[in-house]
């Protein structure tokens, strides 16, 4: 079993995460009966995989495993993992006291102190913590700064991580951290804080914040967006993070207190080594959200409609002004233009059609939220054909982001009551927004499908893509939610803001977009039912 899975490499990310799962349970059930040079092999292949594999996945897997696993090599190896990982194998780990000696010279202070904490553990293994030193088991504590000096935080003196990739705050730190603070803090640090600092290393890691609890903040990582509701941050900073590029008001969330609990959003500088231009990390102010910047489902203020509206009045006549004097250039109508100003004119001419585009979708977003959008169909229309439509209009888009589109039809056939306009936007912005956070060379995958002639609903799924697989439906309808993340300014519209507007077009005509665990289905009403009961009337008569 073991030499099958070593003797075949890994095609993609699905097939490491089963590689990493088979060797585990293997080696943890297994592996003290395992001949030396497969031993050797597999601790090398899940070395190999471990930066592939999600720590999710890594910590799911140290979950199942501790408690039946007595190898004492797997569990040094999960032990020197990021500390989410590695605290999660740590606290429940069963191995012989002979194992434990043999492990802990190769752990860190970090796995140590998880050690240090528990209390079943053989008495030998204490006197050898012990033995180790008082800062083996110690949280590392930055200097406090001067007063004059706050807002340049001091350089940490916490040791280098383990590895590279980002990881999750720690459980211990956590605790001793939260103790700590609720013996310090005032009584007033229970109302909402407004403001904080906080310094990350080269790795992405926090490890030093002032006016905030650092329980709340310290471990946690800006290189990697955080999902379901996890402390962390979004992918507007991990994307900048892995472009050494500003940060500007990405999202955290934060647990802990009244006081540090909830929503921020940080602004953060790359900053590098003056001696010899090494990257050493971001310094960065958080603050807590504006009123504009509440995610999807926060209450509003009730003239936010009136206000967008006023806004788009404002844009649109300035860019309608741009796009006629490109217009006017691009057909020459006041005389002879060479090329490269046509060129130069068409392109702006397309831009403004794009940005038009986008304007029109937020005044039916703000419509959409005071009821007051109008989708009255125009007929019946063939929605099929609406979709091919749209699939020859995303050929250009699917090349530059090297995905494949691939839809299905299945029963049929495919029309309904509805605006041919309202369904090439609803199909349009959904199939956009989904290739957009796609990853190069993945395919989108759907169906188009009636399953029977007398069916009230059409359906269009769309399978989600890998990137959005394990995401909430409250995520994805979050403006600020991103999978992966870009520079800031990299998306014009999120993919929250586009599912939105596609759940209320479809709505207003009778349909509906739902999030399902495994895909992402637009409801349309058919007009197959209606038309057939009809018929079927008059050859009655």
Known sequence: MIATILRQAPADRRA?????????????????????????????????????????????????IARHGRFAPLVALYANDVPAVSATMLRDARLAEADWLAVLPATNAMARSVLASRSDLPGGVYRAL???????????QPQIPAADEVTLPPKSTSEPATESHPSQISELVRRIDKYQSTRTQPAHSLTPRAAFLFETGPDGVIHWAEGVTRGAVIGLSIADAAFGGEPGTDGVAAGAFRQRAEIINARMLLEGTPADAGEWRFSALPWFDPATGQFRGYRASARRPHRNETPYGRPAAEDSGDSIRQLIHEL????????GFAQI????????????????AEKIVADAASVQAIIDDLETAARSGSDNIDVSPEGVVDIDAIVKQVEGDLASLLVDQRVDLSISRVGGPFFGPASDANVRRMVGRLLTALVDVSEP?????GQLVLESPHDDMLQLRIVRPATIRFATAADLLDPGFSPEGEAPGAAVLSLGFSLR????????SGGRLDIGHNALTLHLPSANSKAEVELEAQQGE
Not at 130 to 140: H, Q, R, W, Y
Not at 316 to 323: D, E, G, H, V, Y
Not at 329 to 342: A, K, L
Not at 503 to 508: E, G, P, T
């Open 16 to 64: 490491s995460i089963t590689a990493w799962r088979q060797l585990s349970d293997i080696l943890a059930q297994r592996g003290n009966q395992l001949d030396d040079d497969d031993i050797r092999r597999s601790l090398h292949a899940l070395a190999v995989l471990r930066p592939r594999i999600p720590e999710a996945v890594r910590r799911d897997c140290a979950r199942a």
């Open 130 to 140: 012990a033995s180790l030193g008082a800062a083996s088991v110690a949280l590392p």
């Open 501 to 508: 507007l596609v759940d209320s077009l479809a709505r207003a």
């Open 316 to 323: 649109r006549s300035p860019l309608n002004a741009i796009s």
């Open 441 to 445: 060379g993945a395919i989108l995958v």
């Open 329 to 344: 250039i691009s057909g020459q109508m006041f005389g002879p233009v060479s090329h490269n100003y046509r060129a130069m």
